[in-house]
Each structure stands twice: as C-alpha cells, then as structure tokens.
C-alpha cells in the first residue's frame, strides 16, 4: 500500500551551498500525489515544484529542481533518498528558501524524523517502474546503467587518489530497511583542496567538518574520522537513490554507478524514459511491494550514529 507521513516533521539547518538557514517541513499528502516541494518564500502559486527527473536543472554539486516558474530548490538527494529509503511515496515537502538543510550531511536526520512521526498505509496499491530493457549513459570514463532486476539493487564503485577513500566497491539490495541500516547515515564527503577551490568561488559556504567528510591525502579532517571504513561509497549510493527517486516511483531495476555523479543518474532517467519499450508501469501485489524500499522499515533499524 502507499503510504505518506502520519504528521508534520520538521527539521532546521543551514543550506551546505548556500550557508543561510534553512527550515523543511515533511508534510502528509493523498494517495497518488507523489511527492512536491513547495518553496514559501515564493509568490502564491508558482513555488510548486514536482519532485520528477524532467525538472532537474543539472548541476555537478547536487541535485537542483527547477519548475516553470524559473523557481528552484537545491540540494535535495539526502531528502528524497530518506524519503524513498522509509518507503514514503505521498509528501509535500515545504522549504523556506532555495536550499535544503544539510543536517549532518547524510540522510539518518531526516529517517529519523520520519520514523518517530510515524507512516500511515493509504489503502491504494503502490504503482511502481520496472526496468525491461538495458539503458546505459557514460561521460568520460564514468557510466550509469540500469538494467530489469526484480528488486532495487544498487552496485556503485569509485576511486580517489587520496588514500583515505582510494578504491571502494558495494552492492546492496534496497528492499526493506537496508537503505536505512546501511546507507543513511552516511555523509557527502570531499577532499580539502576542493573544499578551498569551491569557497574560494564563493560555494560550499555551509560547509563544516561537522556536515561533510573532508579528507586530505591518507587523512580524516573531520572530527571522530569515518562512521563506516567505505563511508565515501555509501554515500554515493545514498545520493544513487535519492536521485533516481526522482524517477517518481520506486523502480524494480539494478543501477549500476561507476565514478558515476547527480547528472550522470539524471541523464540515465532521461534515457530510461525515452528509450522505446526500456521501462513500464506496474501495480504492485503484496510480494511485489514487500521487495520495495522502506517495505516494513521500523525505529530498530536506524544505525547508532543518527
């Protein structure tokens, strides 16, 4: 069954990009309405903005949305990624500015905020997207795939000079609760000479070791080191996640990631979308809905750190 929040759930931070304070709120929505960002500090009636692949204005910092209106609404992937990881498919998500909070730059803040709100099943039967066909996009030497699987599988790897990240690779099933037992707690991360490079540019200006994992050759500058010894990889699959829950369903598909970045997933969608016979609607059944992210999700789940 679909399922949205059973209350509002509000969370407060600063924008990682931006540096101003920033206010979200996760509010109910009926059966069918997927889910919408709402920017407040906007004129009546235009800050609507649907949270679908076709509106992203693509960035290679984080995943930015932008409707007609020219109205955007930055940094959303640690949301969507917690909202999709509780098997939450109905929201009106309310911003106050043009950025979402980073919070401690993971997605474990906003699970947890959901999970204590609590979800309410819906009584209409999830529709969801299954892969049929291969779709592949690639740029440079990164790719993205999405194959037919019978599950959301995500396989990511990447490789970084800096020995604190090096070469990591891992695969995981995104039925259930792995998302949030796994993956949401860990955070975006960086290497200091790009930290400088950016605010040397007048970005990352909410930046601290205290929201992202900043490392510099063979060391972790943030305070306590790594929740997880592959945490830069887990993140990445984080951000996967929340950007392909922009699909505006769950898929039943394995998303393959390799170096692969926010555009990258978004190019793949737009290719998913527009390759004939690659993707179809489906209504799912019990079996089918228990193999869906979030299915059956509980506070037990949530790692220590959040």
């Excluded at 990881?85 to 106050?96: F, L, S, Y």
């Amino acid at each position: 069954m679909q399922t949205t929040v059973t209350g509002p759930v509000s969370f407060e931070g600063i924008g990682l990009h931006s540096g101003r304070p920033a206010r979200l709120v996760v509010r109910p929505a009926a059966p069918d309405h997927g889910i919408i960002f709402r920017r407040l500090d906007c004129a009546a009636g235009v800050g609507a903005i649907p949270a679908l692949w076709s509106n992203v204005n693509q960035t290679p910092l984080c995943t930015r949305l932008e409707n007609a209106h020219g109205i955007q609404i930055s940094t959303v992937e640690h949301i969507m990624a917690g909202l999709m990881g509780c098997g939450i498919h109905n929201a009106v998500v309310t911003v106050d500015g043009p950025e979402v909070p980073i919070l401690d730059g993971s997605s474990a803040l906003f699970v947890r905020g959901i999970l204590q709100a609590g979800m309410k099943k819906q009584g209409v039967p999830v529709r969801a997207l299954r892969v049929l066909r291969p779709v592949q996009v690639r740029r440079g030497n990164a790719w993205a795939r999405l194959s037919p699987h019978d599950t959301l599988t995500i396989e990511f790897d990447i490789a970084f000079a800096d020995a604190a990240i090096g070469v990591q690779k891992k695969t995981l099933n995104m039925a259930n609760g792995s998302f949030v037992r796994e993956l949401s707690s860990s955070r975006t991360f960086c290497r200091k000479s790009d930290v400088d490079a950016m605010r040397a540019r007048g970005l990352a200006l909410g930046g601290t070791l205290d929201n992202a994992v900043v490392v510099d050759g063979d060391s972790v500058l943030s305070p306590g080191g790594l929740r997880y010894a592959d945490e830069a990889v887990r993140h990445k699959m984080l951000d996967a996640l929340g950007d392909l829950a922009l699909a505006g369903a769950p898929l039943f598909g394995l998303y393959q990631g390799h170096l692969a970045g926010h555009a990258l997933t978004n190019d793949l969608l737009r290719a998913l979308f527009t390759t004939p016979d690659a993707v179809e609607w489906v209504t799912c059944d019990a079996a089918m809905t228990a193999r869906l992210p979030g299915a059956g999700v509980h506070w037990g789940e949530l790692p220590q750190v959040a």
